[in-house]
């Protein structure tokens, strides 16, 4: 059975990557799936970060380009003990705005 395990938003995005979401994945949790929706203001990249430490960091995810008022989803493919969802602008100096929730089951 899959159950939200976290949620965050609205995030205004800036140029640099920074944080939307970073979780300690609870025990027991198989399948993980990080959902991400851009709120109708303006295209944003996104990246996904894993850890068994939370100390380093590697990559889950490329980063990936969701559209204004787009949608994608991640479906989490390693056991980390950290997952850390990762945004920013894709156009210089033009923020976006993303909400993103982690379910899991």
């Known amino acids: 059975m899959t159950e939200l395990l976290a949620t965050a938003g ?3 995005t800036s140029n640099l990557y920074a944080s939307a979401l970073k979780i300690k994945v609870p025990p027991q949790t198989g399948k993980m799936m990080v959902h991400l929706k851009e709120q109708d203001v303006d295209v944003v990249d996104w990246k996904i970060l894993g850890s ?3 100390a380093n960091y590697s990559e889950e995810m490329a980063e990936a ?5 787009g949608f994608d989803v991640h479906e ?3 056991a980390w003990l950290y997952v850390d969802v990762q945004v920013k602008s894709a156009v ?3 923020s976006g705005e993303i909400a ?5 089951g």
């Open 10 to 12: 609205p995030i205004v």
């Open 92 to 94: 210089e100096n033009n």
């Open 100 to 104: 993103v929730a982690i379910s899991g």
């Open 52 to 54: 068994i430490d939370d």
């Open 65 to 69: 380009e969701v559209a204004q008022d």
């Open 76 to 78: 989490v493919t390693k």
